[in-house]
């Protein structure tokens, strides 16, 4: 089995930083791609950003690009996501994901954290 466990969400003022980290356990040799996602109140849950493990390659969504960025931590076994320069509409439960490529986890991926919630105030 493989676990996630998010961690770092907060509540900041728009214009505000938050770095959130995703730690992977158990069996994750499988899992070469890791991303996450967000769900706002009332919205689908959308993707945000994803890495392939191997290459390192990011992807990112349209809506953070130049404002987030994700990261590898290959000793802690753990991705991360430093957000920049918050805006009200991120505010959301962010949820890590890890499945075997990243195209797998942008649609549907096969592990998922519990969730970290992040709130922007305006």
Sequence with gaps: QV???ESGG?????GGSLRL?????GRTLSNNAMGWFRQAPGKEREFVAAISW???RTYYADSVKGRFTISRDNAKNSVSLQMNNLKPDDTAVYYCAADASVARVRS???YWGQGTQVTVSS
């Design 54 to 56: 191997s290459s390192g």
């Design 3 to 5: 676990q996630l466990v």
């Design 21 to 25: 980290s995703c730690a992977a356990s």
């Design 10 to 14: 907060g509540l900041v003022q728009t």
């Design 108 to 110: 549907t991926p096969s």
